[in-house]
């Protein structure tokens, strides 16, 4: 099966519990035998997303994403396979011992260890050039750092760090650590000089900049943010790593590693502009904070929102009071709430942002703003009137259509309702042609939702098995042991018949080549080495509900399916015998071979009625 022996995948599977798993990424609420959330690969207000301790597996009734351990890591993680197993062993603490050469899953899987151990020892770089270096610029930093309340305790919990200007010490670094130029560049921490021109040379990215490691869920770190620590310098506040192997701008929040757990309990969290904001809030006790890399806010940022906040989950803006921050707070807003999340804005004072606040007026000064924050609408409302002119005509329309798309996403219609009777008498409009408005927005939402996810490339558009008594064969070969062992019993007799039957590769395959047993964990890990559209199709089948099956089932289920298949093929025998200008021994050789059939199908109508009547 490749780089790593299916006996390797049985084990690690078997030493993996789905349901501790997936609760290591966001919490899972029990409903009978199963443990379920808002799915994780798609938008959603209502937990549709199953976890099965039975199958081992989990299931989304939405979009259909299904799995099983190593199928979650894969997509979650967005990791290729041999990645997923090799995750999943080190959480077990199983040690893989590799088979036959996969060079190229080989080579994939050593680069990801060599980034994930490169941005490792540059984020300890980074911080002991900070805590350590005799420079001017490192003097610099960490007078910085003390001036804005940063002690070497915080910097050393949070592993903040310092790019000295002079980027040579970093390269020199890199090279008597035998980090190969292909490899810096990979991890965008250096970067050509020239694009089309390698012998150039490269150059190191960050330099004269406050690094803040960033991590993924886990923990690990996967990229950096460098903050620029000279008011007054002419270049970006921030700069993050690019787009790498192990980072996506958009699939990360600063800090989540940290507050995931205080998220999920609080079922809330306060979204802040900056780094040094949300270490401010979370070294203050308020630890249910994060803050994005940036003000683009995007539909992947709210889905993760929501899985570890749970369906009654609630986000407060902590958002700057200047325009660029009220446009960001805007866009936020429209996100989170698309994702069904409630959202609330806190009013920061002019000037101020949550580190400034809880280091000027203390925490307790902000956890007043929070539990004083409003509906985002009604935020909306009141930095609307502060630009507006509701007495001015041109102004009053600018002010509805401003109003309506944030309106429109409140999903509870009774509060949208009652907000567009509030805005309308606010403007002094009428309700009627403001709700119209709202419709509008309504629509324009639902149609860009529409024309987004109508990929035809989209990963869950997957073949499926639709025979019913091929699934019913299916299912038992993978769910029931005495069915599993009748097929090796039958295997060369019964191949013959399956080839007859259309659209039955599936079955045929798994006919031939079952699974070791029918344990879960040999299931789950039989699964794993097929091809994504099939694991996808049979977890289709071992998902679905089938009443209690047995093996009498099953040798029903195979006879229908011959019956099927040779009354196709003596509709066709009839069809060629009437056929013009056949010769005579054509035509009995035709006619011989109907007869054939016919008694054939009422041998099998016969057995099929005696399975129903003596249960195997």
């Given at each position: 099966m490749g780089l790593i022996p299916e006996s390797t995948i049985q084990e690690i599977l078997g030493a993996t519990d789905i349901v501790e798993l997936v609760e290591g990424y966001f919490p899972l609420q029990k409903k009978g035998q199963d443990f379920w959330a808002v799915c994780p690969f798609h938008s959603e207000k209502s937990p549709s997303f199953k976890v099965s301790p039975s199958r081992q597996a989990y299931y989304c009734f939405g979009c259909n994403a299904k799995g099983s351990a190593i199928g979650f890591v894969m997509e979650y993680e967005n990791l290729d396979y041999p990645s997923a197993i090799r995750r999943l062993a080190e959480r077990v603490s199983i040690?893989?011992?590799?088979?036959?050469?996969?060079?190229?899953?080989?080579?994939?899987?050593?680069?990801?260890?060599?980034?994930?151990?490169?941005?490792?020892?540059?984020?300890?770089?980074?911080?002991?050039?900070l805590m350590k270096g005799d420079s001017h610029d490192a003097e610099s930093a960490r007078k910085y750092l003390k001036d804005r309340g940063l002690g070497a305790d915080i910097a050393n919990r949070w592993n903040i760090g310092f790019a000295p200007a002079n980027g040579d010490l970093f390269a020199q670094w890199a090279r008597e650590n035998k980090y190969s130029g292909r490899l810096m560049s990979a991890s965008g921490l250096m970067s050509l000089r020239e694009e089309n021109n390698p012998s150039r040379g490269l150059y190191t990215r960050f330099r004269d900049r406050i690094m803040f490691p960033l991590n993924n869920d886990f923990g690990e770190t996967v990229a950096f943010s460098g903050r620029i620590i000279d008011p007054n310098a002419k270049t970006a506040k921030y700069v993050n790593s690019p787009e790498t192997e192990l980072f996506s701008k958009s699939k990360i929040f600063f800090g989540l590693d940290k507050s995931k757990r205080a998220i999920a309990k609080s079922e809330s969290v306060i979204i802040?502009?900056?780094?040094?904001?949300?270490?401010?809030?979370?070294?203050?006790?308020?630890?249910?904070?994060?803050?994005?890399?940036?003000?683009?806010?995007?539909?992947?940022?709210?889905?993760?929102?929501?899985?570890?906040?749970?369906?009654?989950?609630?986000?407060?803006?902590?958002?700057?009071?200047?325009?660029?921050?009220?446009?960001?707070s805007v866009r936020a807003y429209k996100s989170l709430s698309a994702s069904g999340i409630f959202v609330r804005a806190v009013n920061l004072p002019p000037g101020e942002d949550p580190d400034s606040l809880i280091t000027s007026k203390g925490a307790d000064a902000f956890r007043l703003l929070i539990d004083n924050a409003r509906p985002f609408y009604h935020f909306q409302i009141d930095q609307l009137n502060d630009s507006l002119d509701i007495n001015d005509p041109r102004d009053r329309v600018s002010f509805a259509n401003e109003l309506a798309p944030s309106i429109s996403v409140i999903a509870d219609p009774v509060a949208r309702e009652a907000m567009i009777n509030e805005v309308a008498t606010r403007l002094g409009i009428a309700a009627t042609d403001f709700r119209t408005r709202v419709a509008n927005?309504?629509?324009?939402?639902?149609?860009?939702?529409?024309?987004?996810?109508?990929?035809?490339?989209?990963?869950?558009?997957?073949?499926?098995?639709?025979?019913?008594?091929?699934?019913?064969?299916?299912?038992?070969?993978?769910?029931?042991?005495?069915?599993?062992?009748?097929?090796?019993?039958?295997?060369?007799?019964?191949?013959?018949?399956?080839?007859?039957?259309?659209?039955?590769?599936?079955?045929?395959?798994?006919?031939?080549?079952?699974?070791?047993?029918?344990?879960?964990?040999?299931?789950?890990?039989?699964?794993?080495?097929?091809?994504?559209?099939?694991?996808?199709?049979?977890?289709?089948?071992?998902?679905?509900?089938?009443?209690?099956?047995?093996?009498?089932?099953?040798?029903?289920?195979?006879l229908r399916l011959r019956i099927r298949a040779l009354e196709l093929a003596r509709d066709t025998t009839k069809t060629k015998a009437a056929q013009p200008n056949l010769s005579k021994s054509q035509i009995l050789d035709l006619t011989s071979n109907v007869e054939s059939q016919r008694k054939e199908l009422l041998d099998l109508k016969i057995a099929l009625k005696n399975i129903a009547s003596h249960r195997a």
């Open positions: 040690t893989i011992k590799e088979s036959e050469d996969d060079p190229q899953a080989r080579a994939a899987a050593k680069q990801r260890a060599q980034l994930l151990q490169l941005h490792k020892t540059s984020s300890d770089w980074f911080h002991n050039y802040c502009e900056g780094q040094l904001d949300m270490i401010r809030c979370y070294e203050n006790g308020i630890e249910n904070a994060v803050a994005p890399l940036g003000t683009a806010f995007t539909e992947h940022h709210s889905r993760t929102l929501r899985r570890f906040a749970g369906d009654r989950a609630e986000a407060l803006l902590c958002f700057d009071s200047d325009s660029a921050g009220y446009k960001a927005s309504v629509k324009q939402d639902q149609n860009f939702s529409s024309s987004r996810h109508s990929d035809p490339k989209d990963h869950h558009a997957q073949l499926i098995v639709e025979d019913a008594d091929a699934r019913i064969l299916i299912r038992l070969a993978l769910t029931h042991e005495d069915t599993r062992e009748w097929m090796k019993e039958t295997r060369q007799e019964s191949m013959a018949h399956i080839q007859e039957i259309p659209s039955a590769d599936l079955l045929q395959e798994i006919w031939e080549n079952p699974p070791e047993s029918t344990q879960l964990n040999v299931v789950n890990a039989y699964l794993a080495t097929l091809p994504n559209e099939k694991e996808h199709a049979l977890r289709d089948v071992l998902v679905a509900r089938f009443a209690n099956l047995e093996l009498a089932d099953a040798k029903r289920a195979l």
